[in-house]
């Protein structure tokens, strides 16, 4: 499975639109890029999944580079309810679809 | 919309006695998962279920632990001799279909406390 790094922390504001990169240097030519989002005492929620180029859905945009090294998640417009911990997952179907979660990013959104 | 259940909220147990935790999946998904996440720590994945015999299980789910889908709706996970350690957050998780997709719907959680 490939090793994903993404920041500890984040602080953003109310409206504003934030961008969270993950680093997966190895990922494999099989692999897709998850992103799910924790709030305290919940089970994590699928936010997104991507292979390659843009992803978009109600939620959230993916944008991956054609070398696909890395990833973003972008959050348009945050709110305070948005303050949540957000995870990058790389996982082929190799693994059963098993979710490897890594610490991910603690998003805090500020008013 | 349809969600994954967990029940119980909060389980409080000594040391060495057995739990079961429940859960509803999804009605008409098709893999099921447990993971856990120890307070303050990652989520961790521990058993994956389908067709009625487990798929996967990672090395924390040694033989004091054990899953059973013992009707067409509920999904459980057995400690046998809990230990202090087994004290965590349990999800239960699941997954509609066979294609390329990480999309599991995780349930609420049940806390469980040993003593």
């Known amino acids: 499975l490939a090793k994903t790094t993404q920041p500890i922390s984040m602080d953003s504001y109310e409206g504003q639109e934030v961008n969270i990169t993950c680093s997966h240097n190895n990922i494999a030519t099989n692999d897709y890029i998850t992103w799910y989002q924790q709030f305290p005492s919940q089970g994590p929620r699928f936010i997104i999944q991507g292979y390659k180029t843009k992803v978009t859905n109600e939620v959230a945009s993916l944008f991956i580079p054609a070398d696909r090294k890395s990833s973003t998640l972008s959050l348009p417009r945050v709110s305070l309810s948005d303050t949540a911990v957000y995870y990058c997952?790389?996982?082929?179907?190799?693994?059963?679809?098993?979710?490897?979660f890594g610490a991910g990013t603690i998003l805090r959104v500020k008013s | 919309e349809p969600e994954v259940t967990q029940t119980p909220s909060h389980q409080v147990t000594q040391m060495g006695q057995e739990v079961i935790l429940r859960c509803v999946p999804i009605?008409?998904?098709?893999?099921f998962y447990w993971y856990r996440q120890i307070l303050g720590q990652k989520v961790e994945f521990l058993v994956s279920f389908y067709n009625n015999e487990i798929s996967e299980k990672s090395e924390i789910f040694d033989d004091q632990f054990s899953v059973e889908r013992p009707d067409g709706s509920n999904f459980t996970l057995k400690i046998r001799s809990t230990k202090l350690e087994d004290s965590a957050m349990y999800f239960c998780?699941?997954?509609?279909?066979?294609?390329?997709?990480?999309?599991?719907?995780f349930g609420p959680g049940t806390r469980l406390t040993v003593t």
């Open positions: 998780a699941s997954r509609l279909t066979d294609r390329v997709t990480y999309e599991q719907y």
């Open positions: 009605s008409n998904h098709l893999y």
């Open positions: 997952l790389v996982g082929s179907r190799e693994y059963g679809n098993k979710l490897v």
